[in-house]
């Protein structure tokens, strides 16, 4: 998809693999940004998440491109039972599901908000969104 350079992509930890999703599940505080690089909302969606990269630069942002890599796609939903969409967004707490959002719901400063209440509750467990 046009616009997405490469030092914005490669800010974000690619999925590739099984592994890859054990990776962002053993995080503290991740998220996982489920992109098809041929669909116009998954265009507007990335732009989210760079804006939200820009404001959590702590915070890990695993992308899986479902296009070339379904089976990983599902593999995700499957571990964390959140129903697969694309573009998708899905806020991990130790690998805990913490709010997960897609399509247009996917504004990096309601991400930024989830982000930021998660930090400051620390060890409390809250709700998934």
Same mark, same amino acid.
């Given at each position: 998809?046009?616009?997405?350079?490469?030092?914005?992509?490669?800010?974000?930890?690619?999925?590739?693999?099984?592994?890859? #999703?054990?990776?962002?599940? &053993?995080?503290?505080?991740?998220?996982?940004?489920?992109? &098809?690089?041929?669909? /116009?909302?998954?265009?507007?969606?990335?732009?989210?998440?760079?804006?939200?990269?820009?404001?959590?630069?702590?915070?890990?942002?695993?992308?899986?491109? #479902?296009?070339?890599?379904?089976?990983?796609?599902?593999?995700?939903? @499957?571990?964390?039972?959140?129903?697969h969409? &694309? /573009?998708?967004?899905?806020?991990?707490? =130790?690998?805990?599901?913490?709010?997960?959002?897609?399509?247009?719901?996917?504004?990096?400063?309601?991400?930024?908000?989830?982000? @930021?209440?998660?930090? =400051?509750a620390?060890?409390?467990?809250?709700?998934?969104?």
């Open positions: 998809m046009g616009g997405q350079d490469c030092t914005t992509f490669s800010s974000m930890h690619k999925i590739a693999t099984q592994a890859d #999703v054990a990776s962002a599940l &053993s995080e503290p505080l991740a998220v996982v940004y489920k992109h &098809s690089p041929i669909c /116009p909302t998954s265009g507007i969606a990335y732009q989210e998440m760079r804006s939200l990269r820009q404001l959590h630069r702590d915070v890990p942002v695993y992308l899986v491109d #479902v296009v070339h890599s379904r089976p990983l796609s599902r593999y995700i939903a @499957e571990r964390v039972g959140i129903v969409a &694309s /573009p998708q967004a899905i806020i991990l707490r =130790a690998g805990v599901p913490a709010w997960h959002g897609s399509h247009f719901d996917l504004r990096a400063e309601v991400m930024a908000r989830r982000l @930021e209440s998660l930090k =400051a620390g060890g409390e467990q809250e709700d998934p969104a």
